[in-house]
């Protein structure tokens, strides 16, 4: 995808995955169970299985028998992994860095198994849906860590690169 730049900081857009409760509010995604937390030195992870709310949306992904199953793996504060196992199976990977005025230079590669069009128009479709909102939130996000009890796999990403300034 095209390289874009963000307005806000780099650690808000590789720890975007991570905000579990945005999934319902923001994509309109129904998580399924408990979501999987994983924290180690230089890495944070998210697995969790949601359907689309929306009907249509359903249909066109092919999410209507079984959930989008997703991970997502934040490494350090300026790289991160989508692994959509799905109905879809693709990767998205992330980058970020600070610019000049503090904001975030991104670029995401998208790594498809399979070069059937109706998979890679699927895939692009559901990558088009979670992100045409996070970057409308993200533009101008400041942030400010006033954690909620939803805000775990957050506050474990944030624990995580502030230990990275020890090493």
């Not at 874009?4 to 129904?30: A, K, W, Y």
């Not at 359903?58 to 934040?74: D, N």
């Not at 300026?78 to 670029?107: K, M, V, W, Y």
């Not at 109706?118 to 088009?128: C, I, K, P």
């Amino acid at each position: 995808m095209p390289p874009q730049t963000v307005r806000c900081h780099p650690h808000l857009v590789i720890g975007n995955g991570l905000d579990l409760s945005h999934f319902s509010s923001l994509h309109d995604l129904e998580l399924v169970g408990a979501p999987r937390l994983e924290a180690a030195t230089f890495t944070t992870s998210l697995e969790l299985q949601a359907y689309p709310r929306s009907p249509t949306l359903r249909r066109a992904l092919g999410a209507g028998r079984s959930p989008i199953q997703a991970r997502f793996t934040a490494s350090g504060g300026s790289l991160a992994i989508a692994s959509f196992r799905s109905p879809l199976r693709f990767d998205a990977l992330f980058t970020g860095r600070a610019n000049a005025e503090g904001h975030c230079e991104t670029q995401t590669l998208l790594f498809f198994y399979s070069s059937r069009p109706l998979y890679v128009w699927r895939s692009l479709l559901l990558v088009y849906t979670l992100l045409r909102n996070d970057r409308r939130m993200l533009d101008g996000l400041r942030f400010a860590p006033d954690w909620s009890e939803s805000d775990e796999s957050l506050r474990a990403f944030a624990d995580m690169v502030d230990r990275l300034d020890t090493w």
